[in-house]
């Protein structure tokens, strides 16, 4: 965590959901709300893992606020593992919350980058215009059927993925993207949790940041 981040507890669909809250640099116009999700919370994923933290942190130093959340079961938050259905509520639910009009931004990682795009797909008719930025990392293609990114909105869209993941297939995310004509940016020699690479990691992140 850093010093501008905050701690809370609120209740959504299935009681408490914990949170972090990342504060937009002071130094940055402020752009609006960002929400990351994590990854798989049965394989050990956090709103603490290490490539979440790297979103958020790119998202802050780029003037959004960030919110960052434990999937139900996780941490503090009540709730069980609901294979993505409930986490899309929770996820839907603290945008309106926290953002129910204005710009917002959504990123996630892994299992994180599905429940982000299944959000998306549910939301997008209605919130196409404030919604900013899409940032997707090591999606969970291999392992869920991920909702396609509607066409009007691919240039608002960053998807990264590690060369050599050997927890989702690079394969399977360009056979995801394929059909879509949706651009993947991929980073050499670089496995699903970016080992060694976070740096790289944010600095593409916040390149995109600056050009929507």
Same mark, same amino acid.
């Given at each position: 965590?850093?010093?501008?981040?905050?701690?809370? @507890?609120?209740?959504?669909?299935?009681?408490?959901?914990?949170?972090?809250?990342?504060?937009?640099?002071?130094?940055?116009?402020?752009?609006?709300?960002?929400? *990351? $999700?994590?990854?798989?919370?049965?394989?050990? !994923?956090?709103?603490?893992?290490? &490539?979440?933290?790297?979103?958020?942190?790119?998202?802050?130093?780029?003037?959004? =606020? *960030? %919110?960052?959340?434990?999937?139900?079961?996780?941490?503090?938050?009540?709730?069980?593992?609901?294979?993505?259905?409930?986490? *899309?509520?929770?996820?839907?639910?603290? #945008?309106?919350?926290?953002? $129910?009009?204005?710009?917002? $931004?959504?990123?996630?990682?892994?299992?994180?980058?599905?429940?982000?795009?299944?959000?998306?797909?549910?939301?997008?008719?209605?919130?196409?215009?404030?919604?900013?930025? @899409?940032?997707?990392?090591?999606?969970?293609?291999?392992?869920?059927? &991920?909702?396609?990114?509607?066409?009007?909105?691919?240039?608002?869209?960053?998807?990264?993925?590690?060369?050599?993941?050997?927890? *989702?297939?690079? /394969?399977?995310?360009?056979?995801?993207?394929?059909? /879509?004509?949706? $651009? &993947?940016? %991929? @980073?050499? !020699?670089?496995?699903?949790?970016?080992?060694? /690479?976070?740096?790289?990691?944010? =600095?593409? #992140?916040?390149?995109?940041?600056?050009?929507?």
């Amino acid at each position: 965590m850093n010093s501008k981040t905050e701690r809370s @507890i609120i209740q959504g669909p299935a009681g408490a959901i914990e949170c972090l809250k990342d504060l937009a640099s002071a130094e940055i116009p402020f752009k609006g709300w960002a929400f *990351v $999700a994590h990854p798989h919370p049965l394989f050990g !994923g956090t709103m603490d893992n290490k &490539v979440v933290q790297t979103l958020a942190r790119s998202f802050s130093q780029n003037g959004w =606020n *960030v %919110v960052r959340f434990n999937f139900r079961g996780v941490g503090q938050s009540e709730g069980v593992h609901d294979n993505g259905v409930g986490e *899309v509520q929770d996820l839907l639910f603290l #945008i309106n919350y926290f953002a $129910a009009s204005g710009p917002i $931004a959504m990123a996630g990682f892994s299992f994180g980058a599905f429940v982000t795009s299944s959000a998306i797909s549910q939301i997008y008719t209605t919130r196409e215009s404030d919604i900013k930025s @899409i940032v997707l990392v090591g999606t969970a293609a291999s392992r869920f059927t &991920v909702p396609m990114i509607a066409q009007s909105m691919h240039d608002k869209v960053l998807v990264l993925h590690g060369e050599i993941d050997d927890t *989702v297939p690079l /394969q399977n995310v360009l056979d995801w993207a394929r059909p /879509q004509s949706l $651009a &993947v940016t %991929v @980073i050499p !020699g670089v496995e699903h949790f970016f080992h060694g /690479q976070l740096p790289l990691l944010k =600095n593409l #992140i916040s390149r995109h940041l600056r050009l929507v």
